[in-house]
């Protein structure tokens, strides 16, 4: 079946780079985009970008100069690496597969000293 | 970036009730040459990932159940749950998917009498 699995650092540092990775399985990564939702804790969904079936991606426009979305199509994964991070960037981050529907159970990510 | 306004931010209704709840963007998200509207509807329960209701402004994904309508056109859509249950607590929100970035509405949060 379909699944979809967040993993990275639970706390960070300010001006630090974030790196998460989204590890797929049940579908392969050339025939279905995926892709990273985050939620600041106690607020709204937030479209961060996405990484394209053929390889191309989108970004938020306001994140697109310190965000990278890549992949991994051998090892089934979808990388998210954002830099400069500062404490609103504290809150949950998905990966998604929007055909269908499918999230991640989501990964919590603290920006702190 | 095509912005998305959701009305009202929450409400609170007793079950049984019929609730409805708006989704307006900033531009069209009909695309002429299939005439399908590219917004979706997704609820988010305390704790947990969203979970995709609607697709195509109407078209309801497998599973969920009926009383869940979603209708508009163009600008305008509109979320109906047409006899509220107690597991209906929930945040909602409206995505479109017309143009990247990709934009989520800030939500309508949801509370049972």
């Known amino acids: 079946q379909v699944q979809l699995t967040e993993s990275g650092p639970g706390l960070v540092h300010p001006s630090e780079t974030l790196s998460l990775t989204c590890t797929v399985s049940?579908?392969?990564?050339?025939?279905?985009?995926v892709y990273w939702v985050r939620q600041p804790s106690g607020k709204g969904l937030e479209w961060m970008g996405r990484?394209?079936?053929?390889?191309?991606?989108s970004y938020n426009s306001a994140l697109k100069s310190r965000l990278s979305i890549s992949r991994d199509t051998s090892k089934n994964q979808v990388f998210l690496k954002m830099n400069s991070l500062q404490t609103d960037d504290t809150g949950t981050y998905y990966c998604?597969?929007?055909?269908?529907?499918?999230w991640g159970q989501g990964v919590m990510v603290t920006v702190s000293s | 970036d095509i912005v998305m306004t959701q009305t009202p931010s929450s409400q609170a209704v007793s079950a049984g009730e019929k609730v409805t709840m708006s989704c307006k963007s900033s531009?069209?998200?009909?695309?002429?040459?299939?005439?399908?509207?590219?917004l979706a509807w997704y609820q988010q329960k305390p704790g947990q990932s969203p979970k995709l209701l609607i697709s195509?402004?109407?078209t309801r994904e497998s599973g969920v159940p009926d009383r869940f309508i979603g209708s508009g056109s163009g600008t305008d859509f509109t979320l109906t749950i047409s006899s509220v249950q107690a597991e209906d607590l929930a945040v909602y929100y409206c995505?479109?998917?017309?143009?990247?970035?990709?934009?989520f509405g800030s939500g309508t949060k949801l509370e049972i009498k």
């Open positions: 998604t597969r929007p055909t269908g529907g499918y």
């Open positions: 049940g579908f392969s990564l050339t025939g279905y985009s």
């Open positions: 990484m394209r079936y053929n390889g191309d991606t």
């Open positions: 195509w402004a109407s």
């Open positions: 531009q069209s998200l009909l695309y002429s040459e299939n005439k399908k509207n590219y």
């Open positions: 995505e479109q998917y017309y143009d990247t970035p990709f934009t």
